[in-house]
């Protein structure tokens, strides 16, 4: 069985996923920003732990770090945690899956929560540092990165997931795609042993996509890196 952190779950797409894979017996360590909302204990009996932080402040994203690290080294780490709020969206979408990787001990397997709207976004990285960032943009760099670090380690496979436009909290009551269908592409990337491609695919239901051309792009996955460590001084080995 594997050790896996899921971020975001207290609710939506996390929180299902986080379940279904303590369901099938895995150690499951779950991210929330807010410890309150699991004051019930129904799941955190279910879980091996939670770690705790808000994912749009970036001291709270290497508190998590170190909060994670003290559970050893993850088979797999599903970055769900997202948010609309352009305010936070850069941070929360695409810095803390950038410094939680950076700063953790290098996982088997990554899992980024993608969309299909990241096709709208803008390569334009300005936005990131004056916190203007779209989702669109946000969800655009999340995958790029997701793309550059599937060859970057050796022992470390990364994918992208677009879990549709489900109705959770975020998507609205009114979204009308399965939110079932919504986690269970997650939970098989994370855990099945045959996958093709084994590392850098753009995922929906099971099924590879082609994504917005720069997150397949060299330079801008180089740029867009460079651009992360200079932001917020976390270097990436």
Not at 146 to 172: I, K, N, Q, Y
């Amino acid at each position: 069985m594997a050790l896996i952190l899921v971020t975001g779950a207290a609710a939506g797409l996390g929180h299902d996923t986080a379940n279904a894979l303590a369901d099938d017996g895995h150690d499951v360590v779950a991210h929330v920003r807010n410890p309150a909302r699991l004051a019930d204990g129904e799941d955190t009996g279910r879980w091996k732990g939670v770690v705790t932080g808000d994912l749009a402040d970036l001291d709270e994203i290497r508190d998590v770090a170190r909060q994670a690290g003290a559970f050893g080294r993850f088979d797999t780490v599903i970055h769900n945690a997202g948010t609309m709020n352009t305010r936070d969206a850069g941070t929360v979408n695409t810095v803390a899956p950038y410094v939680l990787t950076a700063l953790m001990a290098k996982p088997a397997r990554l899992v980024h929560l993608s969309s299909s709207m990241h096709r709208s976004g803008s390569t334009d990285l300005r936005g990131l540092a004056a916190g203007s960032a779209s989702y669109s943009d946000s969800k655009l760099w999340v995958t790029t990165l997701a793309l550059a670090f599937a060859s970057r380690w050796e022992g470390t496979t990364s994918h992208a997931v677009d879990p549709g436009w489900v109705p959770t909290r975020m998507g609205g009551a009114g979204a009308p795609d399965d939110l079932t269908e919504g986690h269970r592409t997650q939970v098989w990337l994370a855990t099945h042993d045959d996958v093709t491609p084994r590392t850098g695919g753009y995922w929906h239901h099971r099924r590879t996509q082609t994504p917005h051309p720069a997150a397949r792009d060299e330079e801008f996955q180089a740029r867009l890196i460079r651009f992360l460590e200079s932001h917020t001084g976390v270097p990436l080995d």
